[in-house]
């Protein structure tokens, strides 16, 4: 059975960085884009940032653009999400995921219902 397992989360004082895993087993992802999702207390769930299977293409949200990095290793069947120049308001809960389809397009992944999903790892930013 295929699982996803987060790492990296914690606290962090505004300006600074974390970084992210994503850790998958039971089966690979390599033909598979996926993506970082958050979800603050109180809000929805939001998109953050995809990749697609070959690491390729990304697409970022708005409000990470230019700060957060996504990239993955296949050979590791790890994904990972660098956060730089972090802020209070990237204080969440941080989920990878992906689709239960191959060969979506990163931008896709910020829209389709995901399959697959982590437990979750806090990212909390202090001001």
């Known amino acids: 059975q295929a699982q996803l397992v987060e790492s990296g989360g914690g606290l962090v004082q505004a300006g600074g960085s974390l970084r992210l895993s994503c850790a998958a087993s039971g089966r690979t992802f390599s033909s598979y884009s996926m993506g970082w999702f958050r979800q603050a207390p109180g809000k929805e769930r939001e998109f953050v940032a995809s990749i697609t299977w070959g690491g390729r293409s990304t697409y970022y949200s708005d409000s990470v653009k230019g700060r957060f990095t996504i990239s993955r290793d296949n050979a590791k069947n790890t994904l990972y999400l660098q956060m730089n120049s972090l802020k209070p308001e990237d204080t969440a809960a941080y989920y990878c995921?992906?689709?239960?389809?191959?060969?979506?397009?990163?931008?896709?992944?910020?829209?389709?219902?995901?399959?697959?999903w982590g437990q979750g790892t806090q990212v909390t930013v202090s001001s």
């Open positions: 995921a992906a689709p239960g389809s191959s060969y979506t397009s990163a931008q896709a992944i910020a829209v389709i219902p995901m399959a697959y």
